[in-house]
């Protein structure tokens, strides 16, 4: 068993490589083996940045700053809609024991 640590990349790297990929007319192999990147996290990443491109989610971490922000606000979003839940329970509970 090897004892090598997983690298991680931030979002903006991701999309750089997206961009050389698209723009440059680059092929994935050709850039993987450039850049020592694996050929899957690379097709992912396309993958991703496809479907931000059509405005649907997509299934990883989101790659534009645009999308980053989305997700965010719907987790908060999410967040509030069930506080929202368990204030109108407790209204209706504190409403039963004044009655």
């Known amino acids: 068993m090897t004892n090598t640590k997983r690298r991680v990349f931030d979002a903006s790297f991701k999309l750089q ?43 990883g971490k989101p790659l534009t700053a645009e999308h980053q922000r989305i997700r965010q606000l719907e987790a908060e979003n999410k967040q509030l809609r069930g506080d929202v839940e368990v204030l109108k329970k407790a209204s209706a509970f504190f409403a039963r024991e004044l009655r």
């Open 17 to 59: 490589v997206v961009q050389m990929i698209r723009s440059q007319g680059l092929g994935i192999g050709e850039v993987c083996r450039d850049m020592k990147l694996g050929e899957t996290a690379v097709r992912r990443w396309l993958a991703q940045a496809d479907a931000e491109q059509l405005g649907q989610p997509g299934i």
